[in-house]
């Protein structure tokens, strides 16, 4: 017996057992998903766990964004999965996710979900860098268990370079404004959640009244539409 089972890590045998029933599952379904669409898309995997900005052997260059009024920003990162076609000139960007859809439901409206998905327009920025063979860079979540339906869901990314510059202005001068507000969204699927003040809520309200947040708040636009928060209080 593993030393981490003997250990109790994985938790109640029970549950451990019926964990392990749904990962093999979840993990057959995956290959059996991965193996058509890669042959529907004539795409092979080029890069798994691709690094960029890290100190490590083989990373590919920091994204370098700059922004007004002459402030450079950088981002490391990984990338879950690279796919190329056969000619190498298009390339699919795949970041995997285990949870449920219904919070990323926005990014079919919005690419950057309002401020809050800023990770895979800057993972194709960094794939563009560091592949110059590339024409096409296109990027996709996708829901990797049955939880989330194995579903994907593409992010456009066809003229979102402005936006992303101006999103992040915003919250870079947030950020040095010292602007740190505690808005409640996802609290019920949030860690924090039973430690976070039950009157976060009523908090949110007033201080989103406050006109220092109001370019923070402009972030939202078409996103806030889209969603209700879920908080328990
Ligand atoms: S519980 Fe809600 S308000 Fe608290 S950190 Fe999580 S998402 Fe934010």
């Given at each position: 017996m593993p030393k981490s089972k003997r250990g109790g890590v994985p938790g109640r045998p029970l549950l451990w057992e019926a964990?392990?029933?749904?990962?093999?599952?979840?993990?057959?379904?995956?290959?059996?998903a991965d193996s058509r669409w890669r042959a529907?898309?004539?795409?092979?995997?080029?890069?798994?766990?691709?690094?960029?900005?890290?100190?490590?052997?083989?990373s590919w260059p920091a994204v370098t964004l700059r922004l007004p009024p002459?402030?450079?920003?950088?981002?490391?990162?990984?990338i879950d999965r690279i796919?190329?076609?056969?000619?190498?000139?298009?390339?699919?960007?795949?970041?995997?996710?285990?949870?449920?859809?219904?919070r990323y439901r926005v990014l079919q409206h919005d690419p950057l979900g309002g401020g809050r998905f800023l990770q895979l327009p800057i993972y194709a920025l960094a794939a563009r860098a560091a592949l110059p063979q590339l024409q096409s860079v296109e990027a996709q979540l996708w829901f990797v268990t049955r939880r989330g339906g194995l579903r994907r869901q593409a992010?456009?990314?066809?003229?979102?370079?402005?936006?992303?510059?101006d999103v992040l202005g915003r919250i870079a001068s947030g950020i040095r404004q010292g602007l740190f507000p505690a808005r409640p969204l996802d609290c019920k699927a949030c860690p924090f959640d039973r430690l976070c003040p039950a009157t976060r809520q009523v908090l949110w309200e007033k201080k989103a009244q406050d006109p220092?947040?109001?370019?923070?708040l402009?972030?939202?636009?078409?996103?806030?539409a889209e969603e209700t928060p879920t908080c328990s209080p």
């Open positions: 964990l392990k029933h749904e990962m093999r599952h979840d993990l057959l379904a995956f290959l059996a529907e898309q004539q795409t092979r995997p080029l890069a798994v766990e691709g690094h960029f900005g890290m100190p490590l052997a083989g002459g402030e450079t920003v950088q981002f490391c990162g990984r796919d190329v076609d056969a000619t190498g000139s298009r390339a699919v960007v795949i970041d995997y996710k285990t949870g449920a859809y219904d992010v456009a990314l066809e003229g979102v370079a402005d936006r992303l510059h220092v947040l109001a370019p923070y402009s972030l939202f636009g078409l996103a806030e």
